[in-house]
């Protein structure tokens, strides 16, 4: 079972409002990542980290969307002025750093519902 | 971009038959790896099976795939279906090391007894 630890699991917010989710990652993990998880079960990346420094994201996530990954502190993501669209689950993932390509393993994510 | 198809959105198969999920891929990158995620309902994606040897069988679980990137694929596979395997099915390519997952679009695999 994952050891990737997000909260709130669920989360209800109005339009225009902040919301904010917080990921811990399995012990020893430097790599997390975002995901947005929609209605129809697709998958968006949003962001990565290793350590505490931003490796990719992608242009959502560059203007309405913030995250960070401080040390010795649960990494996070905030949706700064939240939208109908932006429901949806919000899966965090860590991975072990490796020569090879590691597995990402999830946290039980946080559902959004903007009403 | 990298793309993931998968074929069939629901697969329904009876207890102890065959069952075999499709995914094809798009990249440009020469070294990847691919990855099926298994869903259970209200539960977080867990690996199922990674590789990313070309032509090399890999099993976990009753399940097995076999990366050939010579028909850019990597089907799922299973002789004998059990209830307990009814869950979302995601393949997922990766052509970074410590890059992001690119999923494909799921497959619902429904057992019946």
């Known amino acids: 079972n994952s050891k990737v630890i997000q909260t709130p699991r669920y989360l209800v917010k109005g339009q225009g409002q902040k919301a904010k989710m917080r990921c811990i990652p399995e012990?020893?993990?430097?790599?997390v990542f975002w995901y947005q998880q929609n209605k129809n079960n697709e998958f968006k990346f949003l962001i990565n980290?290793?350590?505490?420094?931003?490796?990719?994201q992608i242009d959502m996530t560059e203007k309405r969307f913030s995250a960070e990954c401080p040390s010795n502190s649960p990494c996070s993501l905030e949706i700064q002025s939240s939208e109908a669209g932006d429901s949806a689950l919000y899966l965090c993932a860590s991975s072990p750093r490796g020569g090879n390509y590691a597995e990402q393993f999830f946290g039980p994510g946080t559902r959004l519902t903007v009403l | 971009g990298d793309s993931v198809t998968q074929t069939e959105g629901l697969v329904t198969v009876t207890e102890g038959l065959p069952v075999k999920l499709n995914c094809t891929y798009q990249t440009t990158y020469l070294t990847i790896a691919f990855f099926w995620y298994v869903q259970y309902l209200n539960e977080a994606p867990q690996v199922l099976l990674r590789s990313s040897t070309d032509n090399k069988r890999t099993e976990h679980q009753g399940f097995h795939a076999t990366l050939h990137k010579s028909s850019s694929s990597f089907h799922l596979q299973k002789s004998s279906a059990q209830l307990s395997d009814s869950a979302l099915y995601y393949c997922a390519l990766q052509t970074q090391v410590v890059g992001q997952l690119t999923f494909g679009s799921g497959t619902r695999l429904q057992v019946y007894a």
């Open positions: 980290f290793q350590n505490q420094e931003v490796l990719q």
């Open positions: 012990k020893g993990h430097p790599v």
